[in-house]
């Protein structure tokens, strides 16, 4: 499976970016799909993901009520729209996929994720 994330770029503080990840295959239908940006220097952490056995949605704290991940399963593409972004939402976002259910208390661990996109770089600065 192949994921393609695009939609990454430069924007100001405050404003607003949406992020494709794409499959090549309808992988989206049987796991969770998640988004885990890295940072310069830093490891990659979850911001969202998507179960789509239930349809939940889950956020690290940082990032709740400014950002919503989605996904058009026609499509096989998960979107996350970022907004009220800061500069220190600038990453390498990578979006992630798996094969099979999870438990729930692990979806915000990169190690649980089978597939991985090459990333689609944000950047926050005036």
């Known amino acids: 499976v192949q994921l393609q994330a695009s939609g990454g770029g430069l924007v100001q503080p405050g404003g607003s970016l949406r992020l494709s990840c794409a499959a090549s295959?309808?992988?989206?239908?049987?796991?969770?799909v998640g988004w885990f940006p890295q940072a310069p220097g830093k490891e990659r952490e979850f911001v969202a993901a998507i179960d789509t056995w239930n349809a939940g949605t889950y956020y690290a704290d940082s990032v709740k009520g400014r950002f919503t991940i989605s996904r058009d399963k026609a499509k096989n593409t998960v979107f996350l729209e970022m907004s009220s972004l800061k500069p220190e939402d600038t990453a390498v976002y990578y979006c992630?996929?798996?094969?099979?259910?999870?438990?729930?208390?692990?979806?915000?661990?990169?190690?649980?994720?089978?597939?991985w996109g090459q990333g689609t770089l944000v950047t926050v600065s005036s």
């Open positions: 295959r309808p992988t989206f239908n049987s796991g969770p």
């Open positions: 992630s996929a798996r094969d099979g259910r999870i438990v729930i208390s692990a979806i915000d661990r990169a190690g649980q994720y089978h597939y």
